[in-house]
């Protein structure tokens, strides 16, 4: 019998060879049936580990798993990680939506993450849906069985693309020419403020002080950049008074860019306007904006064919530039021009974190500034009271070729 009871014991043990092994055990109850029933429960686990059968606790489709996550997670999440989350899953879903919780292997996970990135996603867009599945698999007791074998993809050290003089003269003519005619003032005002997308979004007439030509940003991404002030340049001064010319009767709780739909062009080619509600913002501009890359990408290509005759002629490319890179631009040009780090800091409304982050990858720029400090050191505090430096190399120079001085 495999079930018994030492001597002198009052609880039940069982014993029996499994793949040339004895396993001897417990069962923690003086009941028999009980331990019966508990020798045939772990005969029956190891048989299943033994020959790779899961243990499906969770029978449960990824599709239904997911929808009960995002319910729960909907009540805690903020509206903007709310939208993340969802967009994450419509890519997740034609992966796994028809998969079972429990059938989802590493393997898998690896295999979505190259189709994502033949897809052109990046490493870190890829990550955060990763980080999406592994919740999901989380609380449905999945996602510690793979854990250890799941591997995040390296995010490269670039924050984005700054564009030269020319990419942007060839932008800026390409929003001249949008349908949408607050194309060009909103990438004006990205790359002269260094604002996020949805901080030019949701900005309101009340946040621009056209006396003081300063700017108050809304409700920002970071605590540190919601309610910074950002002062006009006059460029971004004289597009803004040009743009709120457009709107005689705009209130303050108006929005800057609000919606509105465009019909058929007049007979001078501008756009009609209608179905304009300055109490909602736009939704997006990125029909717009990939149209302008369009028309940008074909004037680059143009004034290089000018230059010089290719031996033969390819189809223009969109420019490559996100609309996060005139951020980029910004901080770029900041920084070249020798803006102290932590005024642009507080320009860019970074937090104490992010703005660790962003030294380390900012430190190739403004090298003229760094040469500049390095040398205020190199004066010492009393540069008038030291010996000439002329001697000093020369002596140095001597004693290192190990000749006598």
């Known amino acids: 019998m495999s079930v018994y009871r030492p001597t002198g014991s009052k609880v039940w043990w069982y014993e029996f060879v499994f793949s040339n092994q004895r396993i001897r055990e417990s069962t923690k109850t003086r009941s028999k049936t009980l331990a019966i029933e508990a020798e045939r429960q772990r005969r029956h686990e190891l048989e299943r580990a033994f020959n790779g059968v899961k243990k499906r606790s969770s029978a449960k489709l990824f599709s239904v798993a997911a929808d009960e996550w995002l319910t729960l997670k ?48 990046s490493p870190t867009t890829i990550n955060l849906e990763v980080g999406t599945i592994r919740s999901i698999l989380r609380r449905n007791k999945v996602w510690a069985e793979i854990q250890q074998d799941v591997r995040m993809l390296a995010r490269g050290g670039n924050v984005g693309k700054c564009l030269s003089a020319e990419e942007e003269v060839a932008l800026l003519h390409a929003c001249l020419e949008s349908r949408s005619r607050c194309l060009y003032p909103v990438v004006v005002l990205g790359l002269n403020t260094g604002m996020r997308h949805n901080e030019i979004r949701l900005l309101q007439w009340k946040q621009i002080d056209f006396s003081n030509r300063t700017l108050l940003v809304g409700k920002s991404k970071t605590e540190n950049g919601t309610g910074r002030t950002v002062p ?101 040009r900041l920084l070249e021009g020798g803006v102290p780090y932590p005024v642009v800091s507080s320009i860019m409304g970074w937090s104490a974190a992010t703005a660790i982050r962003m030294a380390k990858r900012y430190a190739h720029i403004g090298q003229s500034a760094m040469r500049e400090a390095m040398e205020v050191l190199g004066r010492g505090a009393n540069s008038h009271t030291l010996p000439k430096e002329a001697p000093i190399v020369e002596t140095l120079t001597v004693r290192i070729q190990g000749l006598p001085v």
Request: with cysteine.
């Open 232 to 332: 006009l340049n006059q460029r971004l001064f004289s597009v803004l008074q040009m743009w709120a010319a457009n709107f005689p009767n705009r209130e303050p709780g108006h929005y800057v860019f609000a919606t509105e739909k465009y019909g058929a062009g007049t007979d001078d080619f501008k756009p009609c306007v209608y179905a304009s509600d300055p109490t909602k913002p736009m939704k997006d501009w990125k029909e717009a904006w990939e149209a302008a890359k369009r028309r940008a990408g074909a004037a680059l290509m143009h004034s290089a064919m000018q230059k010089a005759t290719p031996v033969r002629q390819e189809p223009a490319e969109p420019l490559k530039c996100r609309f996060h890179d005139l951020r980029h631009t910004a901080c770029t």
């Open 74 to 121: 909907s009540l805690t999440l903020a509206p903007s990680s709310l939208r993340i989350e969802k967009g994450n899953l419509k890519h997740i879903r034609p992966s796994f939506g028809q998969c079972l919780v429990s059938d989802i292997q590493a393997k898998d996970i690896a295999s979505y993450q190259k189709l994502r990135l033949a897809e052109s996603a």
